[in-house]
């Protein structure tokens, strides 16, 4: 019998972790994953969560979502990157996923971070313009330093 949670992005796994996504999507600014949404691996279900709070922020720019919607979503955002190295370390990173090299790994975190002090900074501010450039930051330089092509 196949382990039934291999940490490899084999197809089951990413077509959950998608699914995981998709519904992170249609509950737009909700807390949590739906309890039967296929176990994803801890790095898959990071992904889920993370484009969620990203979603919710965007929202939050268009005036679509509230300030404690928006203070969640950051506070998330902010504590799963800075679990990122330790959830894709570089060698093993680079040798799991094809798109990774060493380098991106090891400095993709730092560029996570780097971004979310100002986004957290706009967002208790209050002020959605400053927000909705932040988040564009975050993903172009942070969720960017690893994904090369769209992740939507
Ligand atoms: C340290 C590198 C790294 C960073 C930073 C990162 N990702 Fe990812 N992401 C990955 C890897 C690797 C996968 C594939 C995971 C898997 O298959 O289990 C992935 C998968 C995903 C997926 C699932 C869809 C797909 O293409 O497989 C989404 C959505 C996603 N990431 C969004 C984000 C967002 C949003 C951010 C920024 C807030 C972000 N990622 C930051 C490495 C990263």
């Not at 889920?48 to 709070?53: E, G, I, K, N, Q």
């Not at 203070?71 to 060698?91: D, G, I, Q, V, Y």
């Not at 680079?94 to 971070?113: F, I, K, Q, S």
């Not at 959605?128 to 994904?147: F, L, M, P, S």
Request: glycine residues 6%.
């Amino acid at each position: 019998m196949p382990a039934p949670n291999s940490p490899r992005g084999s197809r089951p796994l990413r077509l959950a972790s998608l699914c995981v996504a998709l519904l992170a999507l249609v509950a737009a600014c909700g807390p949590q994953n739906p309890p039967n949404a296929g176990q994803p691996t801890p790095q898959a279900g990071s992904m889920a969560r993370m484009l969620a709070d990203v979603d919710c922020l965007h929202a939050y720019g268009r005036g679509d979502a509230t300030q404690p919607e928006a203070e969640a979503a950051s506070s998330e955002l902010a504590s799963w990157s800075s679990r990122m190295a330790e959830l894709f370390p570089p060698e093993e990173a680079a040798r799991l996923y094809v798109d990774m090299t060493p380098d991106m790994a090891r400095e993709a975190p730092a560029a996570m971070m780097a971004t979310i002090g100002p986004l957290s900074a706009a967002v208790r501010s209050g002020n959605r313009a400053k927000v909705a450039a932040a988040v564009d930051q975050t993903e172009q330089q942070g969720c960017g330093a690893c994904h090369r092509q769209s992740y939507r």
